[in-house]
């Protein structure tokens, strides 16, 4: 009987230097390594298809009754298109903002950038881009305008810029998306998450009046949101993805 409950003792034993000992390797396991990026072809970014001026705010009942909340609604609309080709000039060049805008900021984290161009997609569908068919062996940076406007919601007392941007990073060869993001900035930002970036008070308008009569200072701030969200897109690739061994050591920018 003894000798039973010592091979039962020492089965326990055993089996319990086995269980530590895996655990003690699962954790002691190392990290998967971050993909290492050096260089960055950055796509040439399309201008977006518009620029909106939107107020979901509106109080139907006002002064005039329906009637006149209609009269305003139309004077509204009117004002919106015109104040939107006043507009026209800077959404033909946003594009080009971005794009210089990400060159200067990749440059900055210590990538060697270069700008491509490359055959877009259908008509309906522009950024479905064929990456097998761009002219680079180098990771490609993909950026695309997914809103560009003023915004007014159902629950802000103001007319706020709101640039809602997509932006992913394609391996050349596979197609593979290591990097897939979107970025928000001002009436889509929400506090201090890595992809939202609020912007400044001086760019937000009390009044349509005001907004319209503003074109400058609009202009001013979509500018500052470019540059906002070029910056952050640099940021977290940087953070993402490791500097080649022979530049590792090499001081932040």
Request: glycine share 8%.
């Given at each position: 009987?003894?000798?039973?409950?010592?091979?039962?003792?020492?089965?326990?034993?055993?089996?319990?230097?086995?269980?530590?000992?895996?655990?003690?390797?699962?954790?002691?396991?190392?990290?998967?390594?971050?993909?290492?990026?050096?260089k960055v072809a950055v796509l040439r970014v399309d201008p977006p298809g518009e620029l909106y001026t939107r107020n979901s705010n509106l109080v139907l009942n006002?002064?005039?009754?329906?009637?006149?909340?209609?009269?305003?609604?139309?004077?509204?609309?009117?004002?919106?298109?015109?104040?939107?080709?006043?507009?026209?000039?800077?959404?033909?060049?946003?594009?080009?903002?971005?794009?210089?805008?990400?060159?200067?900021?990749?440059?900055?984290?210590?990538?060697?950038?270069?700008?491509?161009?490359?055959?877009?997609?259908?008509?309906?569908?522009?950024?479905?881009?064929?990456?097998?068919?761009?002219?680079?062996?180098?990771?490609?940076?993909?950026?695309?305008?997914?809103?560009?406007?003023?915004?007014?919601?159902?629950?802000s007392l103001y007319y706020l810029p709101q640039l809602n941007v997509s932006a992913w990073l394609v391996m050349p060869g596979s197609e593979s998306y290591p990097?897939?993001?979107?970025?928000?900035?001002?009436?889509?930002?929400?506090?201090?998450?890595?992809?939202?970036?609020?912007?400044?008070?001086?760019?937000?308008?009390?009044?349509?009046?005001?907004?319209?009569?503003?074109?400058?200072?609009?202009?001013?701030?979509?500018?500052?949101?470019?540059?906002?969200?070029?910056?952050?897109?640099?940021?977290?690739?940087?953070?993402?993805?490791?500097?080649?061994?022979?530049?590792?050591?090499?001081?932040?920018?």
């Amino acid at each position: 009987m003894k000798c039973l409950v010592r091979a039962a003792s020492s089965a326990v034993a055993l089996f319990s230097f086995v269980l530590m000992s895996g655990c003690g390797t699962s954790q002691n396991l190392a990290p998967e390594p971050k993909i290492v990026l050096s260089k960055v072809a950055v796509l040439r970014v399309d201008p977006p298809g518009e620029l909106y001026t939107r107020n979901s705010n509106l109080v139907l009942n006002s002064t005039g009754g329906l009637l006149g909340a209609g009269v305003q609604a139309l004077d509204t609309s009117y004002k919106s298109r015109t104040f939107n080709q006043k507009m026209e000039e800077y959404r033909l060049s946003s594009g080009k903002k971005m794009t210089s805008a990400l060159i200067e900021e990749l440059a900055r984290q210590g990538f060697d950038v270069e700008l491509i161009d490359g055959p877009k997609g259908p008509p309906d569908d522009p950024d479905n881009v064929d990456y097998t068919k761009l002219p680079t062996r180098n990771p490609v940076l993909h950026v695309r305008f997914d809103a560009m406007g003023m915004y007014s919601s159902q629950t802000s007392l103001y007319y706020l810029p709101q640039l809602n941007v997509s932006a992913w990073l394609v391996m050349p060869g596979s197609e593979s998306y290591p990097f897939e993001e979107g970025f928000y900035y001002g009436a889509d930002s929400r506090g201090e998450k890595y992809w939202s970036l609020p912007s400044d008070d001086k760019y937000r308008y009390g009044t349509f009046e005001t907004l319209v009569n503003s074109p400058d200072s609009v202009a001013e701030g979509y500018d500052a949101g470019i540059r906002a969200v070029a910056k952050r897109i640099g940021e977290q690739l940087r953070s993402r993805f490791d500097r080649p061994a022979a530049v590792a050591g090499a001081p932040a920018p």
